[in-house]
Nanobody
């Protein structure tokens, strides 16, 4: 499966953005998908993901209650709705897909999109 992330941009603190991750090659429903982010000078970190077994959603504590991961199988696309954005949310956001393994671990994800930059100004 190929993944292409889009939707990043510049937004003021308190604003919202919706990131999209369009899949091609295979149905995104065949995988469990997630979002990670990497801020300048920092390691890539988990943001949100679906459980492959239950379809339940999981979030990093730092985004819980503000971000929502969702999926539209008809459009073969995964979304990340980001509300109440903070300057510390500034990062390159990556979508990824896995077949197995821990949903929190980068090493579990076999397929990655190219990343989209989100900048939140104070």
């Amino acid at each position: 499966v190929q993944l292409q992330a889009s939707g990043g941009g510049l937004v003021q603190a308190g604003g919202s953005l919706r990131l999209s991750c369009a899949a091609s090659g295979r149905a995104v429903s065949s995988y469990a998908t997630g979002w990670f982010r990497q801020a300048p000078g920092k390691e890539r970190e988990f943001v949100a993901a679906f459980s492959r077994v239950t379809g339940n959603t999981f979030y990093a504590d730092s985004v819980k209650g503000r971000f929502t991961i969702s999926r539209d199988d008809a459009k073969n696309t995964v979304y990340l709705q980001m509300n109440s954005l903070k300057p510390e949310d500034t990062a390159v956001y990556f979508c990824a897909a896995r077949v197995s393994g821990s949903l929190y671990s980068m090493n579990s994800y076999h397929y990655w999109g190219q990343g989209t930059l989100v900048t939140v100004s104070s």
